[in-house]
């Protein structure tokens, strides 16, 4: 089970962007990966071609590589500090029967994520 997923907020804790913070824009699970906007960013040479409109592609663009997810933490929504990430279960009850679901929450203050 993944503990962080898309769109959630992360802190860099090792690499050379170590305290950037940023959102997760994809999460790679066979290779234990993610895409952070604006951490991790490499300069990618692409070949020049030309679109049916006749306008020239290519050249250097800048974008975020993968970093391993070992190296990032999960932000608490209150201390903006990283923090762990454990699960915890509630009874939520939907069209009159009771449910048990799993809630994810920040270990150090003890909030839903």
């Known amino acids: 089970m993944a503990k962080i997923k898309k769109g959630d907020l992360v802190v860099v804790i090792a690499g050379k962007d170590r305290g ?14 993610l895409v952070v906007e604006g951490v991790q960013r490499v300069t990618k040479h692409t ?8 306008t020239r ?18 932000v608490d929504p209150e201390t903006k500090k990283g ?4 699960y915890r279960t509630e009874e939520v ?18 909030k839903d994520i």
């Open 20 to 33: 950037k913070q940023g959102r997760v824009l994809e999460v790679l699970k066979d290779s234990d990966r």
């Open 47 to 54: 070949k020049v071609g030309q679109s049916q409109r006749g």
């Open 57 to 74: 592609t290519g050249g250097i663009e800048t974008v975020e590589a993968p970093i391993h997810i070992s190296n990032v933490m999960v």
């Open 83 to 86: 923090t762990r990430v454990g």
């Open 93 to 110: 009850e939907r069209d009159g029967r009771k449910r048990t679901v799993r809630v994810r929450v920040a270990k150090r203050s003890g």
